[in-house]
């Protein structure tokens, strides 16, 4: 499989796997009947599968028509897969109230957050295999930037800041290199300075777990 065209994917993927582990491991470790713990971790949560939510829903607009002309079945299999991860997240959205102070809720919460990450997973994996290989074989590295632009052009402004967080924690140090030298050739100097500081948090926290 090629490697040295652009892949829309990578970055904001590895983001989201990123923020889905760390959600997954708090939510095996954390003692429920510690309502405040639990309040703190289910807002995060809401938040996580709501840009989460949203990310694929962006990728409906954009590449869903794109995929359409060229890999119907595999776009249909594509929205097919999203609309389970929104059954899903209905289900983790059902049990966040009641999971917290009460450790069975909390231990039903962590059981349908499994399923969701393995749904997630599945699917992120065959975006970056089956769906990009159909955009690299249809499309020039150009028209595949385009249409990521299409895409972070639809990310209210409130929430650029956590993907940035995302993706940059998750990514490795070449990615970080390469990702806000891109943004220095367009983005506002504020994003850049905020993503700079979470490369730098994100480089602290890898050396601290060394």
């Known amino acids: 499989m090629q490697t040295d065209r652009y892949n829309l994917y990578l970055y904001i993927h590895k983001g989201i796997r990123r923020e ?10 954390l003692d429920f009947t510690d ?15 709501r840009l989460m939510h949203e990310h694929a829903e962006h990728e409906d607009r954009v590449i869903d028509p794109l995929l359409q002309q060229f890999a119907p079945k595999l776009a249909r299999r594509v929205l097919s897969t999203h609309k389970v991860l929104d059954e899903h997240e209905r ?23 499994s399923r969701y990450a393995a749904t997630q997973y599945a699917h992120m994996s065959d975006e970056e295999t089956e769906v990009i290989g159909q955009m690299w074989l249809n499309m020039s590295d150009e028209e595949i930037i385009a249409a ?19 993706m940059l924690h998750g990514i490795n140090e ?27 948090a994100a480089r602290e926290a890898q050396l601290a777990a060394a």
Do not use: H, M
């Open 148 to 166: 990521e632009n299409s895409i972070v052009k639809g990310v209210q402004p409130q929430d650029v800041g956590v993907y940035f967080t995302w």
């Open 91 to 113: 289900e983790i959205l059902g049990l966040c109230e009641a999971a917290i102070g009460d450790p069975a809720s909390g231990y039903r919460l962590y059981l349908a957050l």
């Open 20 to 29: 889905l582990s760390d959600l997954l491991r708090i939510a095996g470790s």
């Open 174 to 200: 070449p990615e970080r290199v390469a990702f806000i030298e891109a943004l220095r050739k367009g983005a506002p100097p504020e994003a850049v300075a905020f993503a700079e500081e979470q490369a730098r």
């Open 35 to 49: 309502r405040e713990a639990a309040r703190n971790f289910t807002q995060r949560l809401r938040l996580s599968l």
